[in-house]
């Protein structure tokens, strides 16, 4: 499916923004802390006609790598929320997100009027692991993604293959993913990076790790109908997923009108890439 571009102001500059689809009921979608609104381009392509969804590249991330700092998860809700009221009415809106977007939406929605919030794998307050700080518990659970921000290939396809020899996406390869993929990539031949900084990441992974009870507190806070959906495996498709039983099971408790599903047989990525994963995201968000 092809997102038609435009940008949103936002302090700072602009940032870029897709609508996949032309139906008039809208959800807005943020995407994961190394990510792009590519992303979203395989749920999107399941969606009812009469539905749309508008992602954005956060800021520090794709074609909106250049809007300035201060950076963390607030930030980047106020930015989600702007890009929101470009489009329509929150009432009307579903507003989803993916891993850290997740988070992200769950902030622009305390306080806010949207229709429906849905998390997926993500969302719920990660602790900081025994002994490590912010910095290296995020080298310790995302350092393969965060490597690859400082690396250089030589050509878009070595990229792709990069990308391609990743444990989530063994067996899992479709044209979406490798669309994702060279829609991130940037650069001259010999020179091939991402387009994602390091720096946003950095801030806003430490601002997620460091503020669990800021996290918490939005969970009270939202007042639209919320919905987590996760994914059993994690992000090396390791077989501990991203938001684990033990850590679902104390927040369903706190917040008894959550609801919960485990979407079978995909990784922390491939809920948004593989087709019945994919698939039955688009269901839920357009329900």
């Given at each position: 499916?092809?997102?038609?571009l435009s940008d949103?102001?936002?302090p ?15 959800i ?7 990510a ?12 009812p006609a009469?539905w ?18 201060p ?15 470009s ?27 949207y ?6 794998d993500?969302?719920?307050?990660l ?34 293959d ?6 989530a ?7 979406d993913?490798?669309?994702y ?10 020179a ?11 801030q ?5 790790l460091?503020?669990g009870?800021?996290?918490g507190?939005?969970?009270h ?7 987590l959906l996760?994914?059993p495996r ?15 099971a ?19 990525y491939?809920i ?10 688009a269901?839920?968000l357009?329900?």
């Open positions: 499916m092809n997102p038609v949103v102001e936002v700072g500059g602009a940032l870029r923004v897709a609508r996949f689809g032309t139906g008039p009921r809208l807005v979608a943020v995407h994961g802390i190394t792009s609104l590519m992303a979203w381009n395989a749920v999107a392509r399941r969606l009469e749309s969804l508008v992602a954005m590249d956060l800021r520090g991330r794709g074609h909106s790598a250049g809007l300035p700092g950076y963390g998860l607030p930030r980047q809700a106020e930015d989600v929320n702007l890009v929101a009221r489009v329509g009415a929150e009432s009307d809106i579903v507003l989803t997100g993916h891993s850290m977007g997740a988070y992200i939406a769950l902030l622009a929605a305390a306080g806010h009027d229709a429906r919030v849905v998390l997926l993500g969302g719920l307050p602790p900081l692991l025994p002994g490590l700080d912010a910095d290296a518990t995020l080298d310790a659970t995302v350092g393969p993604a965060l490597a690859r921000l400082d690396r250089t290939f030589p050509s878009t396809d070595a990229y792709v990069f990308f391609r020899a990743h444990p996406f063994a067996g899992n390869w479709t044209d993913v490798e669309e993929v060279r829609y991130d990539a940037i650069g001259p031949e010999g091939v990076r991402s387009r994602v900084r390091q720096e946003p990441v950095r806003d992974g430490r601002w997620l460091n503020e009870e800021e996290i507190a939005a969970l806070a939202v007042k639209s109908p919320l919905s996760r994914a994690g992000l090396l498709d390791q077989p501990v997923g991203m938001i684990p039983d033990e850590l679902t104390t927040w369903k408790g706190r917040l008894p009108a959550l609801e919960e599903e485990l979407v079978e047989d995909c990784n922390h491939t948004l890439f593989q087709d019945r994963c994919a698939s039955l995201v269901r839920h357009s329900r």
